[in-house]
């Protein structure tokens, strides 16, 4: 499997929320959220953008691989928040970070979008169509909440995370992808409905519904099944694994997972505590903060692994 994650980086907006601070918004309070989620405050865009917060991301992952923006020949943003229709926020990110040599579109599989962006990136390098690509995953989610919603809005976080990836011959050992779009409805978000001469409407828009339970069954049923198989394909056993990264959503899920997987939580770095729910930020915004406190060593083995709208899924055995 040749591709090495060589960089990482991340943003997170400057503006952080308590949970004391949301039960002025909306009908919630601190110890609910935190009991039943782990969430103690999430950082909310004023002035930032999906794509400035990718752009910082992406900086501060060409600073930590020391490369050049040009030698990037591939740029693949995970979002479902994007700024633009259309151009593409990995466009604007290219345009803004001088990476001129790079093709660069985005992705939508939500919370899984930086595992799905990273197993584009390695296909393109088999295919020996790519040698350095920038995966980022980044989300503005609170412009898409109903802040009148407390079963959605107190979950949620901006922010973005980025890494660098290198055509090498050790780094990513095992990657596995799934969907389940026949229950993609338990998670969702319409865009602008039909509106032309033909069919008049102005319905506002939409804002993200959930039905929680049915997203947290299916996470705690389909990620350790997810990770075990991308470990088996790795032949790598759970107890080689220093650190299992998942997408930070809740911590019962992450709670659940370690267990059937017989691993001690230790193993399972969180930062949902402080960021929330990123969607296809969080995955890597864990890695990059994991990575600059400095807890991983070259030839560590770790898992990532995302989960989300669509519903879709994905891991990832990767060695450091
Ligand atoms: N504050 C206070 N009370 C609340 C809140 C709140 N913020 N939200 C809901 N409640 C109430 C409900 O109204 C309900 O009250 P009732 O019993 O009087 O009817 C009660 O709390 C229990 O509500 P549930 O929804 O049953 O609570 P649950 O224990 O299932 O927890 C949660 C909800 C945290 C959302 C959980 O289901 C979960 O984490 N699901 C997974 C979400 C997830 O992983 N999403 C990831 C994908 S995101 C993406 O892809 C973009």
Redesign the pocket.
């Known amino acids: 499997m040749p591709a090495r994650i060589i960089g990482t980086g991340s943003y997170l907006p400057q503006r952080a929320v308590s949970n004391k601070e949301l039960e002025k918004w909306v009908d ?2 601190d110890e ?2 935190r009991e ?2 782990g969430i103690e405050q999430r950082h909310l865009a004023e002035q930032e953008t999906t794509t400035s917060m990718a752009v910082e991301a992406a900086l501060a992952a060409i600073r930590d691989a020391q490369i050049e923006a040009k030698e990037i020949d591939l740029i693949i943003v995970g979002t ?1 928040s994007a700024d633009m229709c259309f151009p593409s926020t990995a466009c604007q990110v290219q345009s803004l970070i001088g990476a001129d040599c790079a093709v660069a579109f985005d992705i939508n599989a ?2 899984a979008g930086f595992l799905f962006g990273l197993s584009i990136a390695q296909a393109y390098m088999q295919a020996g169509m790519a040698q350095t690509a920038l995966v980022i995953g980044g989300e503005t989610l609170s412009k898409m909440m109903d802040w009148q919603d ?2 959605t809005c ?2 949620f976080g901006d922010g973005a995370g980025a890494a660098l990836v290198r055509k090498q011959e050790r780094g990513i050992i095992s990657l596995v992808q799934g969907s389940e779009g026949k229950r993609g409805m338990a ?1 969702t978000c319409q865009n602008r409905p039909v509106n032309n001469p033909l069919v008049k409407n102005d319905t506002a828009l939409d804002h993200t519904r ?1 039905d ?2 049915e ?2 069954h299916f ?1 705690v049923k389909t990620v350790p099944k997810a990770i075990e198989n991308a470990m088996e394909k790795a032949g790598v056993a759970s107890g080689e694994i220093k650190y299992f990264l998942l997408h930070q ?2 911590l019962r ?1 992450i709670e659940s997972v370690a267990k059937k997987l017989g691993q001690p939580m230790e193993k399972f770095p969180t930062n949902l505590q402080k960021c929330g ?1 990123i ?1 296809a930020g969080s995955v890597p915004v864990l890695l990059d903060h994991v990575n600059r406190s400095g807890m991983l060593q070259r030839g560590d083995k770790i898992v990532l692994a995302g ?3 669509g519903l879709t899924w994905g891991a990832a055995v990767v060695e450091w």
């Open positions: 919630t309070t609910w959220i039943r989620t479902v939500a919370c407390r079963s107190v979950l998670l959930m929680g339970r997203v947290y996470a959503a809740n899920i729910n969607s989960f989300g709208a």
